[in-house]
């Protein structure tokens, strides 16, 4: 590292310094750039404030601005210095830490990118120039105007959405998924337990993903079991030692800061009559106890709002994981192995200064995942769908991941390798039913997805006749098969049902589309007119195909990417059916051009 004359600062770098020595704000730079590498430069910046009363920003600060050049378009950073800047994070920041370098700033980057945010249009902000030179500038106006707000205890005003501190020391990619609507709040807010132990479930194959099952009394007396699907909800073999505990409020410390130690983390709970070292030496001697000897998990749960300033909405929680008690055959140096010893191993730990790994915490509960999609479906019926083919898979994955999660799917064929160049599904599960394969793929896309493979045609013929479904509100047919549809027509419904059938044509040139409502089926209309329009739209030149040597049968030729565009048009058909449409019959089709027009049959 070596500091520059003026001469050899870089052109770029000039406007900034110039402005930055008299001052932006309460912001400025006496001293010179640092070259550290090649297209690497620092600026040491001084920050003079004057605090509010009871604020924690330092009126005295020191910070870096850092340019690396050697990516297009240039990063610029401003990071607190090591040994004068605040040593805590403060809200719209990034959490505050050491880290395992030797530079003189720590980890900690405001946040003052986005025009969107709370510095941002708000404040009369406008977008990141283009040129470094006026970024620069834009940066630590920004950073200017964020020191003041910090000092002044304004960064999180009324009305501002909520939102959590940054974690710090965030363990190896864990997430934690729960389950918490604001309807659940009054059943924690009011309950009398205050800690207890909590059913954790993998969710992913790797190992990263893991989802709150249910939460017990340390007596192991059932609290509270989320209306999770059929993965996170079923029985599990697996089990991860995991505590909770339920807080007033956020556990932070000072501004915007996250215990980083388990010695800051007893402290915050001491001051909730909660003593962390004695639950440690609990947890501690039931996991051996039980030979347990992975690593444990914590859970804090406290009320929060929807705004800043506004009354508790929900509970939400947050996770420390690799929490390492003292395993069954651990031994210690000079001291015996007694489960005695061991117990007070595992206080000393809830008294150390080691550092926590905080996992990721997520609300999985439906209104909170699903807040991507353009509109989720409020009502949410059973669904029956008969046919898990290409089209009846993509279908039904689409209506999963939008919301739809009670479908239950019929169908008494298996998966061929022939089918996985346009069917969901995949190569390990060739062989098995398509049903029983779709539903298991179904329950694995969304934590409240309840769908059940039953490996058989619809309807089945009984000794007291044609079975009926008046379980479901929805029957949606995907088969393509007239025969299907006259065995609804067959069947005495005892209520009334949404009748959905969907089938492309010959190459999948077009969606053909039937929607009715009744206690009864009107087969002949229905096949009347889509036979009607599948003549229509037949295409030319589509001859049949044999896959394979033997008995010759043809083959249904359509393009994988044909049948997802037509899935998806069909999802949204029946989500728009669900939530009231008018009944239609018509097909969707290509135009020479390869847009989609539509035809009422």
């Known amino acids: 590292m070596k500091t520059l004359a003026d001469v050899d600062i870089p052109d770029v770098l000039h406007l900034v310094t110039s402005l930055l020595r008299n001052g932006i704000g309460p912001v400025s730079a006496l001293v010179g750039w640092n070259e550290w590498r090649k297209g690497f430069f620092s600026l040491p910046l001084t920050v003079n404030v004057a605090p509010l009363p009871g604020q924690s920003f330092p009126a005295d600060s020191g910070w870096h601005l850092i340019v690396s050049s050697g990516s297009y378009p240039a990063d610029v950073f401003i990071l607190p210095d090591r040994a004068t800047g605040p040593g805590m994070t403060f809200p719209h920041q990034g959490a505050v830490s050491a880290g395992t370098g030797k530079d003189p700033w720590l980890f900690g980057e405001p946040c003052l990118t986005d025009p969107t945010a709370i510095l941002g249009d708000s404040y009369g902000a406008a977008p990141e120039p283009v040129d470094l030179s006026s970024r620069l500038i834009w940066k630590v106006e920004r950073f200017s ?45 009011q309950a009398s337990t205050k800690s207890g132990v909590v059913r954790l479930v993998s969710v992913s194959s790797a190992g990263k993903a893991f989802a709150a099952q ?3 009394t340390l007596e192991d007396k059932l609290i509270h079991a989320p209306d999770w699907g059929a993965l996170i909800g079923s029985p599990s073999v697996g089990e991860i030692p995991a505590i909770w505990f339920l807080l007033d409020d956020i556990p932070i410390i000072g501004a915007w800061q996250l215990p980083r130690t388990y010695r800051e983390l007893g402290d915050i709970l001491a001051a909730a009559g909660i003593d962390l070292a004695e639950n440690f030496a609990i947890l501690g001697q039931s996991m051996r106890k039980r030979n347990i000897s992975q690593p444990a998990v914590i859970m804090f749960g406290f009320p929060v709002p929807r705004y800043f300033g506004a009354a508790p909405s929900r509970v939400h929680w947050l996770a420390i994981s690799d929490v390492r008690l003292t395993r069954k055959n651990s031994a210690r140096q ?17 008294l150390s200064g ?21 509109i989720a479906p409020t009502a949410q019926p059973k669904v029956l769908l008969l046919g898990a083919g290409a089209l009846g898979g993509h279908v039904a994955e689409t209506l999963t991941r939008m919301g739809v999660s009670r479908i239950d799917v019929r169908d008494g064929d298996v998966l061929a390798a022939g089918n996985l160049c346009r069917h969901s599904l995949d190569l390990g599960m060739v062989g098995v039913k398509k049903a029983s394969a779709l539903a298991a793929r179904l329950n694995r896309i969304q934590p409240d997805a309840q769908a059940r493979g039953i490996d058989k045609s619809f309807p089945m013929m009984g000794y ?39 089938s492309v044509n010959w190459g999948a040139q077009g969606l053909m589309f039937w929607s009715s409502r009744g206690s009864a089926f009107p087969a002949i209309d229905a096949t009347t007119r889509l036979e009607a329009l599948a003549r229509r739209f037949r295409p030319e030149k589509l001859e049949e195909r044999i896959e394979g040597i033997g008995c010759w049968h043809p083959v249904f030729p359509a393009d994988a990417a044909d049948i997802q565009v037509w899935a998806g048009m069909g999802a949204r058909f029946v989500l728009n059916q669900i939530a009231g449409a008018p009944e239609a019959c018509g097909i969707y089709f290509f135009n020479e051009d390869r847009t989609i027009g539509l035809e009422h049959g």
């Open 354 to 374: 080691k550092l926590l790994a905080w996992a990721k915490c997520e609300n999985w509960a439906p209104d909170q995942i699903r807040t991507r999609l353009r």
């Open 145 to 189: 105007r964020w020191c003041e707000l910090a000092a002044a205890g304004c960064l999180h005003r009324p009305g501002d959405h909520f939102e959590f501190p940054p974690l710090s020391g965030v363990s190896d990619h864990v997430t934690i998924g729960f389950y918490e609507t604001e309807a659940d709040l009054a059943r924690w807010t």
């Open 464 to 502: 007291d006749g044609l079975e009926t479904a008046d379980d479901y509100e929805v029957i949606l047919d995907c088969t393509a098969e007239n025969k299907l549809l006259r065995g609804l027509s067959m069947i005495p419904w005892k209520s009334e049902k949404l009748f959905i059938s969907l």
């Open 334 to 350: 000079g001291f015996r192995p007694t489960e005695e010893n061991r117990q007070r191993f595992d206080r000393e730990l809830a």
């Open 214 to 216: 249910c939460w017990r």
